[in-house]
């Protein structure tokens, strides 16, 4: 049974098929962050928020943000 890899950062949302395990990749608070992936969009989709936000998104729970976050 094939999984589909959701991409919510275009518009409309892009829908792929993947024969893969997919997962909702979650920053560091446990924010999901662009959708559903798998480990052959994983770079592709978190490159995105690797660069707006820096790493530390992905390993520091206590990262700097601009807004609150509830």
């Not at 999984?3 to 395990?21: A, I, L, M, Q, S």
């Not at 999901?32 to 798998?38: K, W």
């Not at 994983?42 to 530390?56: A, R, S």
């Amino acid at each position: 049974m094939s999984k589909t890899c959701v991409n919510y950062d275009v518009e409309p949302p892009v829908e792929r098929e993947c024969g893969d395990y997919t997962w909702v990749e979650c920053d560091a608070r446990g924010i999901p962050l662009g959708g559903r992936v798998c480990e052959h969009c994983w770079d592709e989709k978190m490159d995105k928020y690797k660069k707006q936000f820096k790493e530390e998104i992905f390993d520091d729970p206590n990262y700097e943000t601009i807004e609150q976050i509830e």
